[in-house]
């Protein structure tokens, strides 16, 4: 059989079977939301649904008696619920139903009644009951995120296990503890966490108790998404009079960094839109950093930023399927910048190393379909493969040449010039 080495090349390697195959392991999905995306399986999805299919989504799970309602998936392009359809359907209890991106919600009045948004209302519009971001976070740390972490946690691992995932990166510390996280123990499906810190202060607290000594990366969000209009933006919208939302100021990021060098630890930032990416590559400029660090999506990029960010030698983690997903609205938000956009092939052809994700709930996992778009862009399966098994373990340190001996995935062709759909195999039936 031949078997994909950490150089990048399949070698071959003389077994009882000798068969033709060829053998990597399984694939890591850098950039996710696990126990967000076993919320969407476990939950009904507001995707692709009308107003009155929304209304009888609510009704049906109201019947249930739950303390709280929290469902994701609407978009404008199919309906736009706002506080008054939600107080129409019941104001006895918090309901929050979150955009397809993660980066906006609307809510009813029960929740204005319970939660102090003091210091968020640059965050909420609230006659229509719309929260964006850091408002957004202060209802998880209210209410709570998921509905059950531990019911989520396996019906991600299984979704995700059968597709051929048995590592991940994932971002799951919003209104959970770490001692919530149902993964901490599991030695057959690996997760690498990253620590999500809306400020300086709360690193800190994290720090003092313990996470660093577990985790060994911080999770920032410096902008929104495209969709919601709040990925910042060095151009205004072409749809809209605004730049999208800046999170953070540069002196407090230039503390973030110099913590998590001063720390030895992987800081990803999650950057959509030019302007967040220019922020990044100031403080960069700045501070200078030695280690290995990360920007999440990139999705807007002008060509001199490029150019830094091979300097300062970022990973760029980039989602393929937002091209697809975004082709609804992205015309209307970027007018003529829309050929900065996904810019994916010119990273690659810079040798600036990249990771490749989905970003789940916000898309399904599906490396197979990653691989073949990024082929349509002229990255070849060679390049992205090996970024999709061996790469992260520059991040994660997980020694994925031990694990292929214990899991694998089986091609009965060679991967490099055609890819399809693998056989998985443990230990007991390929060695």
């Not at 972490?149 to 919003?174: Q, R």
């Not at 913590?259 to 800081?267: Q, T």
């Not at 830094?308 to 609205?329: A, C, G, H, R, T």
Request: aromatic share 14%; charged share 30%; proline share 4%.
């Amino acid at each position: 059989m031949f078997k994909l080495t950490k150089k990048g090349e399949f070698k071959y390697i003389n077994t009882k079977y000798n068969k033709n195959i060829f053998v990597t392991p399984f694939i890591t999905d850098t950039h996710l939301h696990l126990l967000g995306f076993g919320e969407k399986l476990v939950q009904p999805s507001l995707e692709n649904k009308s107003l009155p299919e929304i209304k009888e989504i609510i009704i049906n799970i109201l019947k249930k008696n739950p303390d709280k309602i929290i469902l994701r998936g609407w978009s404008e392009e199919f309906s736009i619920p706002d506080k008054k359809f939600l107080d129409d359907i019941s104001e006895d209890i918090p309901i929050m139903l979150v955009r397809r991106c993660g980066h906006k919600a609307v809510v009813n009045s029960k929740v204005f009644e319970q939660i102090n948004f003091k210091d968020f209302e640059d965050y909420i519009e609230f006659e229509k009951g719309f929260l964006k971001e850091k408002a957004i976070d202060r209802f998880y740390e209210t209410f709570g995120a998921f509905t059950n972490i531990k019911d989520n946690y396996e019906s991600a691992k299984t979704y995700l296990s059968k597709k051929g995932y048995n590592f991940v990166h994932s971002d799951d510390l919003h209104g959970v503890s770490k001692e919530e996280l149902p993964f901490l123990n599991d030695t057959d499906f690996f997760v690498y966490e990253k620590v999500a810190v809306s400020s300086y202060d709360q690193l800190l607290n994290y720090y003092d108790h313990g996470y660093f000594k577990i985790f060994k990366s911080v999770k920032i969000y410096l902008d929104g998404s495209l969709g919601a209009r709040t990925a910042y933006l060095i151009d205004k919208y072409n749809d809209s009079n605004t730049f999208g939302e800046k999170l953070w100021e540069d002196s407090e990021l230039n503390e973030i960094v110099r913590f998590c060098e001063s720390k030895g630890l992987h800081l990803a930032m999650h950057a959509i839109g030019d302007g967040a990416v220019q922020q990044i590559l100031k403080v960069f400029e700045e501070v200078k950093p030695k280690l290995l660090h990360r920007i999440i999506h990139a999705q807007i990029l002008k060509e001199k930023q490029i150019e830094k960010i091979k300097k300062y030698n970022l990973i760029i983690d980039v989602q393929p399927q937002f091209i697809e997903s975004d082709k609804i609205f992205i015309k209307s938000r970027l007018g003529n910048n829309l050929n900065n956009a996904f810019k994916f092939y010119e990273l690659y052809k810079n040798n600036i190393p990249l990771f490749i994700s989905s970003d789940a709930p916000v898309e399904e996992p599906d490396w197979l379909r990653d691989m073949k778009k990024l082929k349509e862009l002229g990255i070849p399966y060679k390049y992205s493969l090996f970024r999709l098994t061996y790469s992260p373990e520059i991040v994660d340190n997980i020694n994925r040449e031990e694990s292929i001996e214990k899991k694998a995935l089986i091609f009965n062709q060679n991967p490099f010039d055609e890819i399809s759909l693998p056989e998985m195999y443990s230990e007991d039936s390929l060695i």
